[in-house]
């Protein structure tokens, strides 16, 4: 069984930056791949970044590229999603999740095991 938890979420305005954590628990071959994705209200759940926990090889959206950083604590079993030059088009709900070995890092259909999520908000 794994379990992950986010956390990290909250309000800021354009510009500005969050981190967002994610604390994992369970069969780490069951989590290979961790990724980060997200959903606006209305829209279809999207990968944000992604990253192999075995060797640190990370995945990013076109959108997030130069401004999101994927990364992870080993000794911590956390894996973090951080969030420079926010804007609006940012605002969503943030979704950890984790994965054995999936067929593309950025897509949702591969992901087994996920957290409830953590919002985020980016005002103009």
């Known amino acids: 069984q794994v379990q992950l938890v986010e956390s990290g979420g909250g309000s800021v305005q354009t510009g500005g930056s969050l981190r967002l954590s994610c604390a994992a628990s369970?069969?780490?071959?069951?989590?290979?791949?961790m990724g980060w994705f997200r959903q606006a209200p209305g829209k279809e759940r999207d990968g944000v970044a992604a990253?192999?926990?075995?060797?640190?090889?990370?995945f990013y959206g076109d959108s997030v590229k130069g401004r999101f950083t994927i990364s992870q604590d080993k000794a911590k079993d956390t894996v973090y999603l951080q969030m420079n030059s926010l804007k609006p088009e940012d605002t969503a709900m943030y979704y950890c999740?984790?994965?054995?070995?999936?067929?593309?890092?950025?897509?949702?259909?591969?992901?087994?095991?996920w957290g409830v999520g953590t919002q985020v908000t980016v005002s103009s």
């Open positions: 999740a984790g994965a054995t070995n999936p067929i593309r890092a950025l897509s949702p259909t591969g992901y087994t095991y």
């Open positions: 369970g069969d780490r071959l069951r989590r290979r791949f």
């Open positions: 990253i192999w926990t075995g060797g640190d090889i990370t």
